[in-house]
């Protein structure tokens, strides 16, 4: 199913950028910051965020949200080969018509995207070309703050999925909310309300005390900390409790249903499914897919970064979705970059900082397919794709959608505008 409609179209912006390279080590420093603030609490290796909560109820549902850091190019992902300028502009690095799958008269997916085509063909699968951020912003560490706090202009600085997981028909529970990752949580998640963060799910334990609960320390640890009404006791309460919580998926074998590819990637959407299957109430999943900042080797179908990044991701994906079985009927999952490329390929085999992109919905809820207002693109050399679609409006079907609350209370100020990319939006 397509839903494409032609514009007219404008010329780019300048950019330039060398920041990405440092963002890493950056978000890094912003952890130990929080740290040292007193604003977490540390379980193993795990950090659990400030909360009075103790684990709660089961999830409504999951919502998995994948970042593709570095500005990933959403038209070698779903290439618009019914705009003939697409093949002017990148005369090495586009994809040949013949070769895309799952194509219609104007869209086609990245050959190295195969393994997604079976939710494609179930119809679990919906691509929404030409969106992103309402203006131009080709900073990196800024584009991702402006996205992931989603409310241009307000004074409250919290992320989207902190005021979802906030709002009072939710839980509060420090386990509602889990960034799987090595790295600082996204600004998405940042807030009041409370949420963890885990290289692993194995990290989520009591350091120095065994699995069983008679465990000496353990037992010495809890008569220590039972009647300490302080804040530090409440603090160390509440991890003992979020310990016990995550026990019941610890405990288990890491078991899956589909292999996983090598890589970070497939490691962390591994524990995201253990983490569903132990329904510990786990209701967003946040996941950072980095190296997507491809001004050089993006390469062609036989080589570079691109051709390896599609590959990893579709394999990743599809192996979740198998993995989950049954329970993925109740698991929607986003994938989304802070910025798109330039329309025209550099002499690099690259491409630069641009605008517009594609976002990725599947699963749960998902009605498949194609859907943009194309806006045309120009053989220019800062030509852009534009944005013709906000964002905020397919997240906004979607968190209707799956959690049945008022996107209002999630995306403030913010009229959004139909998609269609969910059923009953």
Not at 114 to 128: E, I
Not at 132 to 160: I, Y
Not at 276 to 298: A, C, F, P, Q, Y
Not at 384 to 404: I, K, Q
């Amino acid at each position: 199913m397509t839903r494409v409609t032609l514009m007219d179209n404008g010329p780019g912006q300048d950019a330039c950028c060398d920041e990405y390279a440092r963002l890493s080590a950056s978000r890094r420093s912003l952890l130990k910051g929080a740290l040292v603030a007193g604003s977490t609490t540390v379980i193993g290796e795990a950090v659990m965020s400030t909360a009075a909560a103790v684990p709660g109820r089961t999830a409504r549902g999951v919502l998995v949200v994948l970042s593709l850091r570095g500005a990933a190019d959403g038209m070698s992902l779903v290439v618009p080969h019914g705009d003939p300028v697409y093949y002017e502009a990148r005369p090495k690095i586009a994809i040949p018509q013949a070769s895309l799958i799952g194509a219609d008269g104007f869209f086609g997916m990245h050959p190295a995207l195969a393994p997604l085509m079976p939710l494609w063909s179930s119809g679990k699968l919906g691509w929404v070309h030409a969106s992103g951020l309402p203006a131009p912003n080709r900073s990196h560490f800024s584009a991702m703050e402006e996205l992931e706090d989603a409310a241009p202009g307000s004074s409250t600085r919290t992320g989207w999925l902190n005021r979802l997981i906030g709002l009072p028909d939710g839980s509060d529970s420090p386990t509602q909310a889990l960034n799987i990752g090595t790295g600082v949580p996204p600004a998405s998640l940042g807030g009041p309300a409370p949420y963890m963060n885990a290289s692993s799910i194995d990290d989520i334990k009591l350091a120095g005390t065994g699995k069983d609960r008679n465990d000496k320390r353990r037992r010495s640890l809890d008569t220590m900390w039972r009647q300490q009404r302080t804040p530090l006791g409440d603090a160390t309460r509440r991890a003992f409790s979020v310990v016990q919580t995550f026990e019941r998926i610890t405990r288990t074998a890491a078991e899956t249903a589909a292999p996983y590819p090598k890589g970070d990637l497939g490691k962390a959407f591994a524990n995201a499914a253990r983490v569903i299957r132990g329904n510990v109430g786990v209701e967003v999943i946040t996941i950072d897919h980095g190296k997507w900042d491809m001004h050089s080797g993006l390469g062609d179908l036989e080589w570079g970064q691109m051709l390896e990044n599609a590959t990893e991701l579709s394999q990743s994906v599809a192996a979740f979705f198998t993995d989950l079985g049954l329970l993925a009927d109740n698991v929607t999952l986003v994938a989304l970059s802070e910025f798109g490329r330039r329309v025209q390929e550099n002499v690099n085999v690259g491409l630069d900082h641009g605008y517009g992109n594609v976002m990725m919905v599947a699963g749960a809820g998902v009605k498949g397919g194609y859907y943009a207002k194309w806006p045309g693109i120009t053989n220019e050399l800062d030509s852009d794709l534009l944005v013709t679609t906000d964002y905020r409006s397919v997240l906004a079907e979607v968190v209707s959608g799956r959690f049945g609350v008022s996107s209002a209370s999630v995306f403030p100020g913010f009229v959004r505008e139909q998609v269609g990319v969910m059923l009953g939006q």
